[in-house]
């Protein structure tokens, strides 16, 4: 079946600059790539997501990248804040054969002042 | 956010006891899933459902049951509980496939 690779799983960087999680998958067939930002205590919610026939998506300072021949993806935090600080995960599945998500292990992203 | 609820939000229990936890959407969508997470290994998939009475196995299933009686019900129930299943459950609805995924608010689960 599918598996996500998540790295890092934690991640320091100064408040303003950018930060960047990568994510690899092992299921060529993935084609549905979405992201889950959750803070302390509360419900993983969806940031961005991207299908496989889209390299890039943007979003206001968050941007998601795919390159389907090596399998991996990541996520772009732009100017980052101190509100961005929480745990990141990626995720794949197979539109089409399954409905099942698989997640990786997640990112803690701290956000220094 | 989507019209999801947990129940119990808590709950402490002794090892060897059933537990049950409901997922309740006004939603009306077809798929419905189980996900316990645990520190260091995110959120893991334990079963889900793609309709009424139409259920599959997730990664970690070994020592749960679900059942979908209604759309917008799904219940995971714990046979005999044991000290490793004590974790977070999330549950989580999606309206088709290629479709993000919304979670619940969570259930904490201590089994001691």
């Not at chain 1, 600059?17 to 060529?28: E, H, N, Q």
């Not at chain 1, 997640?103 to 992203?109: D, E, N």
């Not at chain 2, 709950?11 to 939603?27: D, M, Y």
């Not at chain 2, 989580?92 to 979670?103: K, N, S």
Request: with cysteine.
């Amino acid at each position: 079946g599918e598996n996500v690779e998540q790295h890092p799983s934690t991640l320091s960087v100064q408040e303003g600059d950018s930060a960047v999680i990568k994510c690899t998958y092992s299921d060529s067939a993935s084609n549905y790539f979405p992201w889950y930002k959750q803070e302390l205590g509360k419900r993983p919610q969806l940031i961005i997501d991207i299908r496989s026939n889209v390299g890039e998506k943007k979003d206001q300072r968050i941007a998601v990248t795919l390159n389907k021949t090596a399998k991996h993806f990541s996520l772009h935090i732009t100017e980052t804040q101190p509100e961005d600080s929480a745990v990141y995960f990626c995720a794949a599945s197979i539109v089409g054969r399954d409905d099942k998500i698989i997640f990786g292990k997640g990112t803690r992203l701290h956000i220094l002042p | 956010d989507a019209g999801i609820t947990q129940s119990p939000r808590h709950k402490v229990t002794e090892t060897g006891t059933p537990v049950t936890l409901r997922c309740h959407q006004t939603e009306n969508h077809r798929y419905m899933y189980w996900y316990r997470q645990d520190p260091g290994h995110g959120l893991r998939l334990i079963h889900y459902s793609y309709g009424v009475k139409d259920t599959d196995k997730g990664e970690v299933s070994d020592g749960y049951s679900v059942s979908r009686s209604k759309t917008e019900d799904f219940l995971l129930t714990l046979e005999s509980a044991t000290s490793s299943q004590t974790s977070v459950y999330f549950c989580a609805i999606r309206q088709g496939q290629g479709q993000p995924q919304h979670f619940g608010d969570g259930t904490r689960l201590s089994i001691l």
